[in-house]
């Protein structure tokens, strides 16, 4: 079945380090990605998402390319902020017409002052 | 525009009792999806219900069964409580089933002793 592998963490960096979160999915024909993020004690946010092969998502600062190839949608920022702070998922939804989302099991990251 | 919102935030069972939880879906989205995301993991899709009806489940047990009303709200029902059922239960709502259209309540924690 449609599977989502995403880097574990926790991971603790200090502001304006840079970020990048590994993201996988193994998925039959096109699925369409997404990164959702969710903040203590809420609920998640869309954050971004790709539906095609070599489209880049981008939000916030936060960047994401499609990969066909790599079957990869690594999740990057160049400079984070204390307020970035929060658990961050790669999801897929697959192709034709599957539109539950099927998640990664998250990564929680710390930004330090 | 209030988003989706859910109730209660928080409720504590015991094991073998049931269960109801609520779910106002995002103006103009016709579409309810509910997932379970236990402690430290991803959400898990658990179904979805469009024009009162439930069109996808993921790998649930009958003991989890919904409704959707007339005015597109949603409920989430457990029967026969188990421990490992304790897990936060996430609302998400879409217009016409996409996926790239959900928007997440903050979610209602479950706890089961």
């Known amino acids: 079945g449609d599977s989502v592998t995403q880097m574990e963490g926790p991971v603790t960096l200090s502001e304006e380090a840079c970020l990048t979160i590994n993201c996988t999915y193994t998925a039959t024909g096109y699925p369409s990605l997404f990164w959702y993020v969710q903040y203590p004690g809420e609920g998640l946010q869309l954050l971004l998402k790709a539906t095609k092969a070599d489209d880049k998502g981008s939000n916030k600062g936060f960047e994401a390319t499609y990969r066909k190839e790599t079957t990869s949608f690594h999740l990057e920022k160049g400079s984070v902020q204390v307020s970035d702070s929060a658990v961050y998922f790669c999801a897929l939804s697959a192709q034709g017409g599957s539109e539950k989302l099927v998640f990664g099991k998250g990564m929680k990251l710390t930004v330090n002052p | 525009d209030a988003g989706v919102t859910q109730s209660p935030t928080h409720l504590i069972k015991t094991r073998g009792q049931q269960v109801t939880l609520r779910c106002s879906p995002k103006s103009g989205h016709d579409t309810v999806s509910w997932y379970q995301q236990a402690l430290g993991q991803g959400p898990q899709f658990i179904f979805q219900?469009?024009?009162?009806?439930?069109?996808q489940r993921g790998n649930f047990p009958d003991r989890f069964s919904g409704h959707q009303f007339p005015n597109y709200s949603s409920e989430l029902n457990v029967n026969a409580l188990l421990l490992g059922d304790s897990a936060l239960y996430l609302c998400?709502?879409?217009?016409?089933?996409?996926?790239?259209?959900?928007?997440f309540g903050p979610g209602t924690r479950l706890t089961v002793l």
């Open positions: 998400a709502s879409s217009l016409d089933q996409r996926a790239d259209t959900q928007y």
């Open positions: 219900y469009y024009e009162e009806e439930e069109r």
